[in-house]
């Protein structure tokens, strides 16, 4: 198994593949995230109604397929493997407070940590497994573990997997895709290499 791409959202800058691809750091994180939309353009209006949550994986793995066409497997051979520390808890603490005075069926739709998943899964047309851990910090061994057992069904040809998280304005994405063929500079999918490329 080889990791083919990375992308990182963090302290309001997006590093793809290693370089800087988009950064505002002078605006609230609501702000920063419609920014990082704009400049991608993906025409996807349904961005506007997602929660912080959602936004972050959504950009994360725009960025990470900027690229790269998932196309090029069937919906069925791409799986997804996300995790992260807070849950939906953001979200959560916005609609209890939406709820004091008139509740939100907009964030209320977002009080699940795996509708991140469900977004990326409708936009990219992903259909194999998906799966979303919560663990206190970013686990390398559990992912690597996890996403190695995904990839040697013999119907996985690739997976978006990392973690996603915030909480208030912290936000700390990491995702990468693995592929079973290595193409060009991928690395092998351990581990040791998931600690280096979160950093």
């Not at 899964?121 to 061994?141: L, Q, V």
């Not at 912290?170 to 280096?196: C, I, M, N, S, W």
């Amino acid at each position: 198994m080889f990791i083919s791409g990375t992308s990182i959202i963090r302290k309001q800058t997006v590093i793809h593949k290693g370089a800087l691809a988009f950064e505002n750091k002078s605006v609230s994180l609501d702000d920063f995230l419609t920014g990082a939309y704009n400049y991608l353009s993906p025409e996807y209006p349904k961005f506007y109604k997602m929660d912080r949550l959602a936004q972050l994986g959504f950009l994360a793995t725009e960025f990470l397929l900027s690229d790269f066409s998932i196309k090029q497997y069937s919906p069925e051979s791409v799986s997804l493997v996300l995790s992260n520390a807070h849950a939906s808890m953001d979200t959560d603490v916005r609609y209890h407070e939406s709820s004091k005075t008139s509740s939100s069926p907009a964030l209320f739709v977002y009080t699940l940590p795996n509708i991140v998943s469900g977004e990326i899964c409708i936009r990219h047309r992903i259909k194999g497994e998906n799966t979303f851990f919560i663990s206190p910090a970013f686990d390398a061994e559990l992912l690597a573990a996890y996403v190695d057992q995904v990839m040697m069904q013999p119907s996985v040809h690739a997976c978006i997997a990392g973690w996603i998280d915030v909480m208030d304005s912290h936000h700390d994405v990491f995702l990468y895709l693995v592929e079973k063929e290595q193409r060009g500079l991928a690395l092998p999918h351990t581990a040791e290499e998931l600690t280096k490329l979160y950093r």
